[in-house]
């Protein structure tokens, strides 16, 4: 078992920046391979980046790159989320998981989730 806990959402304003964190404990975390979702209100969950458990490769969703950063520190069992240049349709839940096995952008291939933590962007 491995838990998951988000920090950092908040209130932005459009362009501003914010970086969300990930602390995981119990197993082992540095062989899971991390992602990070968002959900939107009436919206599907969708993938936003991955970073495999070494953190030698890294992916993102078009709509964040250039944007959005996804890294890991295997020391503090935590993953992070920079998030620059912050739009209004950024406005989500982020939700952090975590795999065992090759990154994916399919959110039901995560085997662990952590409960959220909302960001809100201002226009």
């Known amino acids: 078992q491995v838990q998951l806990v988000e920090s950092g959402g908040g209130l932005v304003q459009a362009g501003g920046s914010l970086r969300l964190s990930c602390a995981a404990s119990g197993r082992t975390f540095s062989v899971y391979t991390m992602g990070w979702f968002r959900q939107a209100p009436g919206k599907e969950r969708e993938f936003v980046a991955a970073?495999?458990?070494?953190?030698?490769?890294?992916y993102s969703a078009d709509s964040v790159k250039g944007r959005f950063t996804i890294s890991r520190d295997n020391a503090k069992n935590t993953v992070y989320l920079q998030m620059n240049s912050l739009k209004p349709e950024d406005t989500a839940v982020y939700y952090c998981?975590?795999?065992?096995?090759?990154?994916?952008?399919?959110?039901?291939?995560?085997?662990?989730w952590g409960q959220g933590t909302q960001v809100t962007v201002s226009s």
């Open positions: 998981a975590a795999r065992s096995g090759y990154s994916s952008t399919d959110y039901r291939r995560y085997d662990y």
């Open positions: 970073i495999s458990w070494k953190g030698g490769s890294t």
